[in-house]
């Protein structure tokens, strides 16, 4: 009997045009698209997108380190939104008879054993990598590859989690870049940023929850945030990409974007000013 995963991969095969994808096929279609060395590049991933790819999410993360050199910074979401307060879950949404017993018993956030969410296999496989350092927010935590590692993983703070202070607010102050590889501007975790910055009607203060360690024990935790809504992120993004140019090209066989963070930021912030009612 076939399992689910080999029909998967039978299906990546056949949609993969001449030959196989590869670690040096990566690297020129990289270049192309404008990702050079010295680079900090935040990558919003989809191993799928890509087509077969000879060694997997291992060879798509050694072309991007190779490209970036040792000058470069890699930058990768790790969420793990699963450590959240259940009673907000919905994909899929858990019976509420469950809820205190996940809230007392759901194990606290370890950035060395906490898989990732929704993230896809390319950063799941990254966080594990010798050398990349993960930041310890138990929802929103990112991995960071390279010369700028640890400037971009200075975050220890649980409110607000993904404002100036966190990893992509410290890519926003070293002017990076975004990478969408094979992914929408609904996976753009920089117009979050946008939302901390904008200011603008219905912007909604929340009390959310995670399990964490503190003092050597696990705790059910309150921080602050704001109500995220990314029902017009792919809207900012193509109205961005009508204003200015950006490079759009295929990394294998994906529709991939390089943009650059700050400008797109920037843009966002007035957007949603202007917009959002």
């Known amino acids: 009997m076939q ?11 056949n949609a993969t045009e001449e030959r196989p ?9 990289l270049r192309k698209l404008g990702v050079q060395s010295g680079m900090t590049v935040l990558v919003h991933s989809s191993l ?30 790790t969420h793990s939104g699963d450590l959240s307060d259940p009673k ?30 929704g993230m896809g296999i390319i950063p799941e496989t990254f966080r594990k990598q010798k050398g990349v350092i993960r930041s310890s927010h138990p929802n929103a935590s990112f991995a960071a590859w390279g010369k700028n590692n640890t400037y971009l993983i200075q975050d220890n703070h649980l409110d607000y989690q993904m404002n100036e202070k966190s990893p992509i607010g410290r890519l926003y102050e070293l002017d990076g870049y975004i990478l969408l590889l094979g992914v929408d501007y609904m996976n753009n975790t920089s117009f979050h940023l946008a939302e901390y910055k904008a200011d603008y009607s219905g912007k909604e203060e929340v009390l959310e929850y995670a399990p964490v360690m503190e003092k050597g024990r696990r705790v059910w935790k309150a921080y602050h945030d704001i109500a995220f809504d990314c029902d017009d992120f792919e809207s900012i993004g193509q ?26 930021v920037d843009y966002s912030v007035r957007w949603m000013e202007l917009n959002r009612k």
């Not at 995963?5 to 095969?13: A, H, P």
């Not at 994909?91 to 956030?109: G, K, L, Y």
């Open 88 to 117: 907000n879950w919905g994909n899929p949404a858990v019976p509420e008879a469950w809820w205190d017993t996940i809230r007392a018993e759901m194990p606290a956030f370890d950035p060395a054993l906490t898989p990732t969410r």
């Open 239 to 264: 109205s961005y990409e009508k204003e200015n140019p950006i490079k759009i090209g295929l990394i294998g066989s994906a529709n991939s974007r390089l943009i650059r963070q700050k400008e797109l």
């Open 21 to 29: 994808h590869t670690i040096t096929s990566l690297i020129s279609d």
């Open 48 to 77: 799928s997108s890509i087509g077969w790819v000879c060694g997997g999410a291992v060879s798509v993360i050694l072309a991007l380190e190779k490209v970036l050199g040792k000058t470069g910074t890699l930058l990768m979401p």
């Open 3 to 13: 399992l689910e995963d080999d029909l998967s991969e039978k299906d990546t095969i």
